[in-house]
DNA sequence: GATGAATGAGTCTTCATTCAT
DNA sequence: TATGAATGAAGACTCATTCAT
């Protein structure tokens, strides 16, 4: 007779609903692209009615948000294992960053290739605070490199960090998510030759050898 | 009553129409998303009928792969162009690159946009072989650098080369195709910065200084 | 403990609820037609669930009878004002039915509108036996007239009054009802102007005047 | 090998398939209420696709300005009938109308009813030049009273015969087409007795006895 | 009883593709 | 051969009604 187990329930029974949804959705994901997943598909994938589904949300777009949520709780406590298991020196610390990293990717290439794709398909449907959050993320991710202040030999320390881990980001995305396509498949390295030589690249970067420069 | 002419004239007029319909998707790719433009308006924007499009043409898709040909050609130009500017320093060499290919990609940002996505949207209608001469356009980039054998101080000249151009590539299609979007938004480089350490990058990887790294 | 006051609250409570849904359809039909109106709507105007809804009412029209019957009431009481509110001469009488039915439909247009439409969308749902109480009314309504048979020159008087009641009721629908629509718009009478001829017109029928007639 | 039956056929065919919709409407419409008719409904009954209807019209609701359009022109056409056929006398002209628009009335009650009910139901479609044109008609049903200037004995001939013409409409409205409804059903009139006596009333109205008021 | 979540039939609408002319 | 009318499958969305809690 414990009010706790109804409300639990109640609360459950709704929230089930979409958590089935979103499943279903991110189900749907990993075999097509967003703009081809039906709403009768998602809801059959979930076991539940159309209606149902337009009681929670007002269109299929509006499942976007919540991916992006969920995705942001994920990214976020990868962010933090980075900054738990920091290390000695840099080049070790971009060593580490490009293998967790990779892997971060590779597991979750699903999901990262549907927000990639749908940020730039649906530009419009993202709200802005949400990418302001990513920002506070990759800042994070560029502060761990700068733990290592005195091995970066650049002018501004801040902006070589910046700039190494907007590379690494950027050909993981090419490399990991398309690999299959053009340029990564144009492109005759293999995924551990790119792991490797990306690191000597940031590393080269970073360290003092910029001195050839002038 | 000559063959001839009326052959010609029919040949020219196949292609006429095959050209308008090309031109007339080129036009509505500006506006909007190959997904979202229907037959019907590329035919209406072109002057023909829907039933000349598809004695013409399987389907919307069949079109992708003239989009792709007539794109290899411009990049071939732009190719052989760079082959003929060589310069004489490694450093030169990369900056100029750099500096020309942030500049084409700007300048077609629309045809580069769609053909990056949709490659990535509908990888199943890109022809493999015309993939492969994409790969062999690359290797000719890469083979710029190569010119400078001596200056490259690398296990592998071949592969910094080619990663080195990979890197530019996956750098330069987020931070110019789509600056104004996570990761590119997220970082806060901007696009003159991200054109210098891109180069520094680029010089820094390929040449001695890898000394510091083990 | 004792049954009555619960039940008695029961009732009330049910009665309450009835009375809050009536309330809110009337209030959703000032802004829109019957029709338009979904039961999510009222029932949320009404602040109770759905299926408080059906425990009551089979659907939404067997709210309509008892939106019949309210105004049953309020047509029972000008009746009875108007019985009470004779006129010495025939003439007076026929100009005081005018000027205070046109107010009276004036002051109602909302709730008229939406009977008059749905009697004529939904013939099938009104029950028989209210029709019949209006007829009661239109007689009584006649009979005012009918308290001066000496002033009325007609074969039969009764038929007469009949007649003039229906005739004015008719004109004042369109010209008050829907006094922005065909015909009252396509007819340049004005409201006044109306006022005044029906009221003629209805003097010129009764009173000795059909002489012409043959 | 003449090209005139080949593009009449072609105008017609095109042609064929908007009068088949729109008299597959009008069918409907005979049944139930324009509302409750869904667009399968008519283009199965037209024999055509859904699609089909949607080439030609944008929805269903821009089907009724050519139901009013049609209809214009068979009032025209009524008018016009009307216009040729005046009588010698005032009583002799009135009572034609009467006869006349009752049987008009009578013989397209379905299509009145319908344009009557959507004009209540959607007064925002309706085109206001339409309901101009009706006006124009109006203007020219009472003009034909007005070809007897000496036998009407009012201040305002004009008036008189717009009052008479809009009385009888509103009459006929009612008796008409909703002669099973109130208030048509609660006045104890049949429809004899009701030609009759407008008739009447409206020869009383126009002619001379309105002597009797004051 | 009351609640409101779930259902699913029904409607509108689009658009790739076919086919009569 | 070119045209554009016709087709119909497929998808989005609504809402009256039921039913588990």
């Not at 990759?138 to 190494?164: F, G, V, W």
Request: with cysteine; hydrophobic share 40%.
């Amino acid at each position: 007779m414990h009010n706790d187990p109804i409300i639990q329930a109640k609360q459950t029974r709704s929230q089930q609903t979409q958590d089935k949804l979103l499943q279903a959705l991110s189900d749907c994901l990993k075999e097509q692209f967003f703009e081809h997943i039906s709403v009768a598909q998602i809801t059959e994938r979930a076991g539940v009615s159309v209606g149902t589904f337009y009681r929670r949300f007002k269109n299929k777009e509006a499942l976007l948000p919540f991916l992006y949520q969920n995705f942001g709780i994920k990214l976020d406590k990868w962010v933090q294992k980075m900054e738990r298991n920091t290390k000695d020196s840099l080049n070790e610390q971009v060593a580490y960053l490009v293998e967790k990293m990779t892997k971060f990717l590779q597991e979750n290439a699903g999901i990262f290739r549907t927000l990639h794709l749908n940020a730039r398909l649906y530009p419009e449907i993202l709200p802005t605070s949400k990418l302001n959050e990513r920002s506070a993320e990759y800042n994070r991710i560029s502060a761990i490199l700068m733990l290592h202040p005195d091995e970066i030999n650049h002018q501004c320390a801040k902006t070589a960090c910046d700039m190494a881990i907007f590379v690494l980001i950027s050909n993981l995305i090419e490399k990991i998510l398309y690999r299959e396509l053009t340029p990564a498949l144009a492109s005759p390295i293999s995924i551990n030759d790119n792991t490797e030589q990306i690191t000597l690249m940031m590393q080269s970067y970073l360290t003092a050898n910029n001195l050839g420069k002038k």
